[in-house]
């Protein structure tokens, strides 16, 4: 399941991941980006929350990987993620964003939600 919203006023976008997640509900995903994005300026805020994933496969990976090539050429600026405690819940996320995301991206992971909220100051 996912959970895209923006919020233009703030220049934040926010996406969750929850339960388990599989290729054809990231590239659901990644075409209702293509919308919403259309309403963000560049230099806006990314938070990707997966804190309530059970479960990703793995082929989910070269579609995340999509989503991060569009965020970051409509100019994400930053971005503060929740990443699964368990490691067999991560697919590679740091990795990916290595070769997905400019030099220039500050990227933020957190613990909790909780803290993630705290650093966008929202």
């Known amino acids: ?12 976008l926010r996406i969750t ?3 388990n997640v599989e290729p054809d509900e990231a590239d659901r995903c990644l075409e209702s980006l293509r919308q919403l994005l259309e309403g ?3 230099g806006f805020r990314l938070l990707t929350d ?3 994933v059970e479960s990703m496969s ?4 070269p579609h995340i990987g999509r989503i991060m090539d ?5 100019g994400v600026e930053s971005i503060v993620r929740v990443l699964p405690a ?3 819940k991560d697919i590679g996320y740091a990795i990916l ?3 997905h995301y400019g030099p220039d991206v500050s990227i933020v992971t957190c613990d909790n939600l909780e803290e993630a909220m705290r650093l966008l100051g929202e």
């Open 1 to 12: 399941m996912f959970l895209a919203e923006v919020d233009v006023f703030r220049q934040a």
């Open 86 to 88: 368990e490691a067999n």
């Open 97 to 99: 964003s290595r070769f």
């Open 70 to 74: 569009l965020c970051n050429q409509n």
């Open 17 to 19: 991941f929850s339960q």
């Open 58 to 61: 793995v082929s989910c990976a």
């Open 40 to 42: 963000m300026r560049p």
């Open 50 to 52: 997966l804190s309530r």
